[in-house]
């Protein structure tokens, strides 16, 4: 999975796929990952083609279950559940708290938040009276162990 962020140093997407195994190839942006879950190259193109180059190299040598057990031991992932825990926790606030906050950010900006918030809850409770959250399936867990 390659990501060419030039500011992402933990993007999510390549946490997703090294914790699902795979090995991933991103830019020198002071990533989360061990060196050998992540082929690092510069923010170039030709950089990237080599880095690519390089992953599928070394590819028939990975073993994902391995990989999978090492992240899911690593500090990095459970800082980043730790943060998403945290914010999960604000999602219990009630709007007005929430755009009460919005408005203390400056004359201008905080109207516009607040307006944006507004029309985004809106749109959500449409998309819930359309399709009720009882409607939609969840996604079984996968047992990796054999």
Not at 8 to 33: D, M, P, W
Not at 79 to 98: G, P, Q
Not at 106 to 129: E, H, N, P, S, T
Request: net charge negative; with cysteine; charged share 25%.
């Amino acid at each position: 999975k390659p990501s060419a962020s030039l500011t992402e140093a933990f993007c999510i997407a390549i946490l997703e796929a090294a914790s699902c195994g795979l090995l991933t190839v991103g830019t020198r942006v002071g990533g989360v990952l061990p060196d050998d879950m992540v082929v690092l190259a510069e923010p170039d193109p030709d950089d990237m083609v080599r880095a690519i180059e390089k992953a599928i190299s070394i590819l028939p040598s990975i073993n994902p279950e391995e990989m999978h057990n090492r992240l899911a031991r690593c500090s990095q992932k459970n800082r980043a559940v730790t943060k998403y825990d945290r914010a999960l926790k604000c999602s219990n606030r009630s709007l007005l708290e929430r755009l009460s906050r919005f408005l203390s950010c400056g004359a201008w900006a905080g109207k516009v938040f607040c307006m944006v918030m507004i029309i985004d809850y809106l749109l959500w409770r449409l998309l819930q009276l359309l399709q009720p959250d009882d409607d939609i399936e969840e996604a079984p867990d996968i047992n990796f162990r054999h």
